[in-house]
T-cell receptor, first 116, second 113 residues
């Protein structure tokens, strides 16, 4: 149980384009989803927290107009990187919390974004 | 406020040796404590967690951790390292009521043959 999927696992795009990453909880209802960014050999940096049906709460320093988060259902959240630039290249990981295990976050496998 | 300190960014052990990864935390509320493992280019996998009850927690792959409130520690151990244990390990703390999860900086475990 408690499986979280992400799609795509890897994406390469041109500078100026937008990229959408999906995060799904496969076997539980995720009342809360989290988006993280991870730089090489570093820990996870929380970007935003989203509750189903509500606007996401962004961490300080994260541009909400650049990183659009939608949590339209209890099993799906999306992160859209708008007008991507090379500095947005990173490993993006989502996690979900909910169902019977509200004290634990379960993580997706991550998405490697490369902006050329 | 909550924080996590993982002592040692790198730990190297021989195959078959004891694994000890250190984690100390601070928390203004009774903590929930977690250890996650991350393999290259993958997400985080939950190894074990402590919320309430027994302070010695057993997880997957032979790992265990003990919550010591007096020492504000939650060190991760495994009696005998295996090559497949080589990975990045993250300690994390949160609390009841939807507290944000705070992650440590991570400890990379190397296992020598």
């Amino acid at each position: 149980g408690a499986v979280v999927s992400q799609h795509p696992s890897r994406v390469i795009c041109k500078s100026g384009t937008s990229v959408k990453i999906e995060c799904r909880s496969l076997d539980f209802q995720a009342t809360t989803m989290f988006w993280y960014r991870q730089f090489p050999k570093q820990s996870l940096m929380l970007m935003a927290t989203s509750n189903e049906g509500s606007k996401a709460t962004y961490e300080q320093g994260v541009e909400k107009d650049k990183f659009l988060i939608n949590h339209a259902s209890l099993t799906l959240s999306t992160l859209t990187v708008t007008s991507a630039h090379p500095e947005d290249s990173s490993f993006y990981i989502c996690s979900a919390r909910g169902g019977a295990t509200t004290d634990t976050q379960y993580f997706g496998p991550g998405t490697r974004l490369t902006v050329l | 406020a909550q924080s996590v300190t993982q002592l040692g960014s790198h730990v190297s052990v021989s195959e078959g040796a004891l694994v000890l990864l250190r984690c100390n935390y601070s928390s203004s509320v009774p903590p929930y404590l977690f250890w996650y493992v991350q393999y290259p280019n993958q997400g985080l996998q939950l190894l074990l967690k402590y919320t309430t009850g027994a302070t010695l927690v057993k997880g997957i792959n032979g790992f265990e951790a003990e919550f010591k409130k007096s020492e504000t520690s939650f060190h991760l151990t495994k009696p005998s390292a295996h090559m497949s244990d080589a990975a990045e390990y993250f300690c994390a703390v949160s609390g009841a009521g939807g507290f944000k999860t705070i992650f440590g900086a991570g400890t990379r475990l190397f296992v020598k043959a």
